[in-house]
């Protein structure tokens, strides 16, 4: 069936980069997305990657897929502690979008 | 240009109560999807709905929970007879019809006591 895997965890300094990494399994996906989620708060569309496409690239962030491995990565250049959050990886091949479980990205000052 | 509302953002009820979820979906959308998030876990799916219809609702328990889109109105959710592990935060998410990118609600929060 369709599964989306991500690393629970991840610790960065402030200004490092953060790279997160996501794998899904359903090769007929048409986009894969990132959502982010503040504490006590909805997901927020961050970006997302249409499955023909390697990069995308949207000032600090840089999604790259690797369709052949189905392994979808989001980098964050230059992470700030207002960073902090969990992130989402998602896929759809239709209606109806699978998500990760997160991964809780931690900055620290 | 509103996004997507939920009411209420916070919600207690004892069990055995019955509790309703509100959505309103962005303006021009007329597909709602229903997520749960139990603590400390991902989004599970649980429902899609176009206006007046139930579109996919494989992720929905069988029994107690309900959803509808009706014509006019928000989307409901609607739980009976809650039990203290329905606790979790529900979201509402909506997408233009024949688009797959979905934005979310700031999430309904249930207390089961």
């Known amino acids: 069936g369709e599964d989306v895997e991500q690393s629970l965890f991840l610790s960065v300094r402030e200004g490092d980069s953060s790279v997160i990494n996501c794998t899904y399994t359903?090769?007929?996906?048409?986009?894969l997305y990132w959502y982010k989620q503040e504490p006590g708060a909805g997901l927020q569309l961050l970006t997302y990657i249409f499955s023909n496409m390697d990069m995308k690239q949207d000032q600090r962030l840089t999604v790259l897929l690797n369709k052949k491995d189905k392994h979808l990565s989001l980098r964050i250049a230059d992470t700030q502690t207002g960073d902090s959050a969990i992130y989402f990886c998602?896929?759809?091949?239709?209606?109806?979008?699978?998500f990760g479980a997160g991964t809780r990205l931690f900055v620290k000052a | 240009n509103a996004g997507v509302m939920q009411n209420p953002r916070h919600l207690v009820r004892r069990r055995g109560q019955e509790a309703r979820l509100r959505c309103s979906p962005m303006?021009?959308?007329?597909?709602v999807y229903w997520y749960r998030q139990l603590p400390e876990e991902g989004l599970k799916f649980m429902v899609y709905l176009q206006k007046e219809n139930i579109i996919d609702e494989s992720g929905m328990p069988k029994e107690r929970f309900s959803a509808e889109f009706p014509k006019e109105g928000p989307s409901i959710l609607r739980i009976q007879q809650v039990v203290r592990g329905d606790s979790a935060a529900y979201f509402c998410a909506s997408s233009l019809a024949g688009t797959d990118t979905q934005y979310f609600g700031p999430g309904t929060r249930l207390t089961v006591l």
């Open positions: 998602a896929e759809t091949g239709g209606f109806k979008t699978i």
């Open positions: 359903d090769s007929s996906s048409t986009y």
């Open positions: 303006k021009g959308h007329s597909h």
